[in-house]
């Protein structure tokens, strides 16, 4: 329960067609066996305490009393048991009977909601023998306690206020207008459903990607459970189903025809912060009864899976998204040409990783406008700190495109300012680097104005979080191509291009995709070599692209970003992980007012940090609570 993370579990017991004792004994086995991965909610399958393929035989007041019994010592072993479980069964109230699903916990009923929609085409005749819900809330006896009936009611935890929910049953995910909905707006953050949905060629792919979609929808986990192969062969098969997904992704899946459960761990917190982008949507709705209910307090074993590159592609759909990429920036960048009434653009190649990647993008954009590749002028700027190999791979790279090329050597330049400016040569200060990345783009802007072109910033999103940038050098650009782009996949990006690239440009995209990120400001070392080591600085981009991920595109506390970095990452111990993070709070705080005057630059995933886009914040704001958050709760 600890950072927003419920520990939710889909059980589909094995049954016994109007077997209500046994399947009874399975139902609270399965809540013991629950209890044992320390699950706090439960969902079991709809019509589970009797089966659901029982037809005529849910008029027999033999089978709804004997449900009744069975209900009673369910929520009887549910004491002590510090989970919210849901269990279907048939209940009759007044002469109807109805198809309900019981909220249970801690040896109490919390409420019984009745399915809504019944189907009653092809194979399904639920009209003959049930009643859909009723539009309200009643409150009924059950088992010697009094209790809401009705589908407008949330299920509320006291202490952890985002774990609220609400349950809906097979058909109603079906409609046009489903039940849970309604029950998102009013709040609750996991929709359960208790199915009975049979098995046919096709239908589990439809069903994961309606689940996937609807739980995206309405920002919301949830939890399906189907019912297995005990239900009745007669005319339908059931293989027991389970999704669990969390805002239109699946967290766990079952197999079909496989007696098991699945478990996962559904972030509540993390689904409140991005309804809180929408807040206008959520609202109190007076139609709903909301019946709380407390569990313990605990940190909850993780087993969902995180990627420790959240920004680049997996692999079965990686080819395509790294295309996507590489044609997003391509065609923003085409069009600012073209409304720009640009000639050509001009960009800096240091035979890195980002400026390659511009360079990419720029040759793909003249491809798009059908102009030369020659109105791409690349301009390579050696000084004090260029290496042979970067050096090499810019030249090479530039005459494999067939762009236009030019050599500009800076030493002079830069030594006669540091003269004019009374900097000692051998200071290897901040000063010794900065003049010259602003040099470099003295040269740019000039070359730009004489060949009418744009200047093509190289900088990227990580750098861009880091603040690692010579404000008003490299920091600026007449329009930025990879600023939406973090470092993780800019390397992922040009290895991609040399998978689609043949010969010696293959051999020298890979080996720019292997060399040390660097902005080579100080001198190499004796035989050539870069010596200034960009992560050696500032730390890890792999960490820092998660922690910008999670910290900003998730909203996540610095001390949950710990533990998930702590999860995920074996190669850095706590301590490393801590320091890097901090590193980066701060650093993400300070440079701000780097961020407020960037310039125009597309925008190629969930995450920008122009202020035009996405992130608004001043600059003079300081970092002392989420550096106080990290440090009191690790």
């Not at 033999?62 to 989970?83: F, T």
């Not at 359960?192 to 439809?206: D, H, P, R, T």
């Not at 998978?499 to 292997?514: C, H, M, Q």
């Not at 660097?518 to 200034?532: F, M």
Request: glycine residues 6%; negative net charge.
């Amino acid at each position: 329960m600890k950072n927003g993370f419920v520990k939710v579990c889909a059980y589909s017991p094995d049954v016994k067609i109007a077997d209500t004792d046994y399947n009874k004994k399975q139902i609270i086995e399965a809540m013991e066996k629950a209890k044992d991965d320390e699950v706090k909610l439960l969902v079991l399958p709809e019509l589970s305490i009797t089966g659901y393929t029982l037809g005529d035989l849910f008029y027999q007041d033999v089978l709804l009393n004997s449900a009744l019994s069975a209900l009673e010592d369910i929520v009887k072993a549910s004491k002590g048991l510090d989970m919210l479980v849901f269990v279907g069964m048939p209940l009759k109230h007044q002469s109807n009977i109805y198809n309900v699903a019981v909220a249970i916990f801690d040896g109490n009923i919390l409420g019984v909601v009745p399915k809504t929609y019944l189907p009653n085409y092809n194979e399904f005749y639920e009209k003959r023998q049930f009643t859909p819900a009723e539009k309200d809330t009643i409150h009924i006896t059950l088992c010697n306690q009094v209790v809401p009936f009705g589908t407008k009611l949330i299920f509320a935890d006291k202490e952890m206020k985002s774990f609220k929910v609400a349950c809906e049953i097979c058909e109603d995910i079906w409609v046009m207008n489903s039940p849970s909905t309604s029950h998102a707006l009013a709040g609750a953050t996991i929709i359960v459903n208790l199915s009975a949905s049979n098995e046919l060629i096709g239908k589990a792919s439809f069903r994961r990607s309606m689940i996937s979609q609807h739980s995206s929808k309405l920002i919301a986990g949830y939890v399906y459970t189907s019912a297995g192969m005990g239900e009745s062969t007669a005319e339908t098969v059931y293989a027991g189903h389970k999704i669990i997904a969390e805002d239109g992704y699946i967290l766990a899946e079952s197999k079909l025809f496989v007696e098991d459960n699945i478990t996962s761990e559904i972030d509540v917190d993390s689904l409140e912060y991005e309804r809180s982008k929408i807040a206008d949507c959520i609202k109190d709705n007076p139609e709903y009864q909301v019946i709380e209910f407390n569990t313990k307090k605990t940190e909850c074993k993780l087993s969902r899976r995180y990627s420790k590159t959240p920004f680049v592609p997996t692999k079965d759909n990686y080819n395509e998204r790294c295309d996507l990429v590489l044609n997003i920036q391509a065609y923003a960048l085409a069009k600012r040409i073209e409304r720009s009434h640009s000639s050509t653009v001009v960009l800096g190649i240091s035979g890195g990783l980002d400026s390659t990647l511009a360079l990419v993008v720029a040759v793909r954009a003249m491809d798009i406008l059908k102009r030369g590749k020659e109105n791409v002028i690349g301009v390579t700027m050696p000084c004090f700190g260029t290496s042979n190999r970067t050096l090499h791979n810019a030249e090479h790279l530039m005459e494999l495109l067939g762009i236009t090329s030019m050599k500009i050597d800076i030493k002079q330049a830069v030594l006669q300012h540091f003269k004019d400016i009374g900097h000692e040569n051998d200071s290897y200060d901040i000063t010794y680097e900065n003049c010259q990345a602003r040099e470099r783009t003295q040269i740019l802007m000039d070359l730009a104005n004489k060949h009418n072109g744009l200047v093509i910033g190289t900088g990227d999103l990580s750098e861009s979080a880091l603040g690692w940038c010579t404000y008003n050098g490299d920091h600026m650009s007449m329009y930025s191509v990879n600023c939406g782009v973090p470092k993780t996949l800019v390397a992922h990006l040009i290895k991609y291009q040399a998978t689609i690239s043949e010969g010696e440009l293959k051999d020298i995209l890979t080996d720019i995709a292997n060399t040390d990120i660097s902005p080579e400001l100080l001198p190499p070392d004796s035989k050539g070599n870069i010596q200034q080591k960009t992560e050696d600085k500032v730390g890890p981009y792999i960490l820092h692209d998660f922690f910008l991920f999670y910290l900003i595109r998730k909203g996540m506390a610095p001390s949950k970003v710990y533990r998930l970095a702590n999860y995920v990452f074996d190669e850095f111990d706590g301590e490393t992980i801590k320091k890097w993070l901090t590193v980066f709070i701060k650093r993400f705080f300070t440079q701000q007012f780097k961020r407020d005057c960037v310039p125009n630059g597309v925008k190629v995933g969930t995450v920008s940090l122009s202020p035009r886009a996405d992130w608004r914040m001043p600059s003079d704001a300081t970092a002392t609570l989420w550096l106080k958050e990290l440090e009191e709760n690790i």
